[in-house]
């Protein structure tokens, strides 16, 4: 804001311009911009980003893991071989009592209950690690 004095000495109306507050916001707005153009190490971050696989995983055998598949209807299928439940994927895999990965396709259109007993399943016959696969868009 601009204030305006008089001189009460004076004969003349002179009047003085006080420019005190408009130097303080100058002076703001300058010292502002000289830190914005050197902070740019400040904002910087580091991030350490995981490292990918190597490309010696984009060539998987299909021998090296057992894919259980779940359609859209909520059959299940292990190694190409079809069947109704959950019940006979799990006596199926008790029988081959396999070291494989084990890997689960399942349909989008597929109920998530289906994919759920799975799980469920997998966890009583204490199988921890197993992958979801998941489509990319």
Known sequence: MIKIYHRTNSTIDDPQLDFTSMLDV???????????????????????????????????NEKDYLLIEITSDGKYSLEGKGYLTVKEVKSYLLKINSQKQLKIACDENAAAKHLVELLATLNDIEISMSEILLKKH
């Open 26 to 60: 100058i002076f703001i707005i300058l010292i502002f911009t000289v830190l914005m153009i050197n902070s740019s190490s400040l904002l910087e971050i580091k991030v350490k980003l995981p490292t990918g696989y190597s490309d010696n995983s984009a060539n998987i």
